[in-house]
């Protein structure tokens, strides 16, 4: 099975894709975690996508899409993946339908997390990661055990460069003019499921698993 979790920034797609990974038993491959890493290691693409990531807008469909057809071409994913920030543009959408068909595989569903614009902006300006390992909590919702530290490494949690105010009006743009019409491009074919991103993960988990029919 290969899902496609969709919707804006702030939505849940993160959160939800590593509950379904879990579920499922199917690896949760986040084109934004790979970039991250990628920037952490210093690699030549993370030089490439340090500056564009930092300030919101999208990394160009060449360098995401050679970096998802490696990915997906590794062995793991043999019986499905759980796509968390990618397809982001038709063009994308494009690639990965001629990756998984090369693969003799296809797209499953689609699930949208539906939020309002006010219950994005205090999700994203509420959250809080950790640099070490990555993990992800909000200031009043889902706050460490220990104010400002990371539960897992006690690592001080920051606020990702692309999760400052002004950063976020733009992933909100981009949002706008390149992924949304994104919606269209699988509705036409049926694939859409649309899910109350609103409420507490686990309860947002049910209701995706149940129209997974899981
Ligand atoms: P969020 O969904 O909260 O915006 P992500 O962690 O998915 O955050 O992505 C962070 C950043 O990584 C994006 O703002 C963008 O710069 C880059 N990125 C991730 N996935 C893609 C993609 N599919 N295409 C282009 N850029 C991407």
């Known amino acids: 099975m290969n899902l496609i979790l969709f919707g804006p920034p702030g939505a849940g797609k993160g959160t939800q894709a590593k509950l379904l990974a879990a579920k499922l038993g199917i690896p949760h491959i986040s084109t934004g975690d790979m970039f991250r890493d990628h920037k952490a290691r210093g690699t030549e693409i993370g030089l490439r996508v340090k500056a564009i990531m930092d300030a919101g807008g999208l990394v160009t469909d060449d360098i995401t899409n050679a970096m998802v057809d490696e990915r997906l071409a590794r062995p793991d994913v043999a019986q499905g993946c759980i796509l968390d920030g990618y397809p982001r543009t038709v063009g994308q959408a494009q690639f990965l339908d001629g990756v998984l068909t090369r693969l003799g595989r296809t797209v499953g569903k689609v699930i949208s997390y539906e939020v309002s614009?006010?219950?994005?902006?205090?999700?994203?300006?509420?959250?809080?990661?950790?640099?070490?390992?990555?993990?992800?909590?909000?200031?009043?919702?889902s706050p460490p055990k220990k104010a400002g530290a990371c539960d897992k490494d006690g690592t001080a949690l920051v606020l990702r460069e692309d999760d400052k105010p002004e950063n976020v009006r733009t992933r909100m743009q981009e949002y706008a003019a390149k992924t949304a019409p994104l919606k269209a491009f699988y509705q036409a074919r049926g694939q859409v499921a649309e899910v109350d991103g609103l409420g507490a993960p686990d309860a947002i988990l049910a209701a995706t698993l149940k129209l997974l029919g899981r």
């Not at 614009?117 to 919702?141: F, K, M, N, W």
Request: aromatic share 4%; hydrophobic share 35%.
């Open 117 to 141: 614009e006010a219950a994005l902006v205090d999700r994203i300006g509420g959250r809080r990661s950790c640099p070490a390992c990555g993990a992800v909590y909000h200031v009043t919702q």
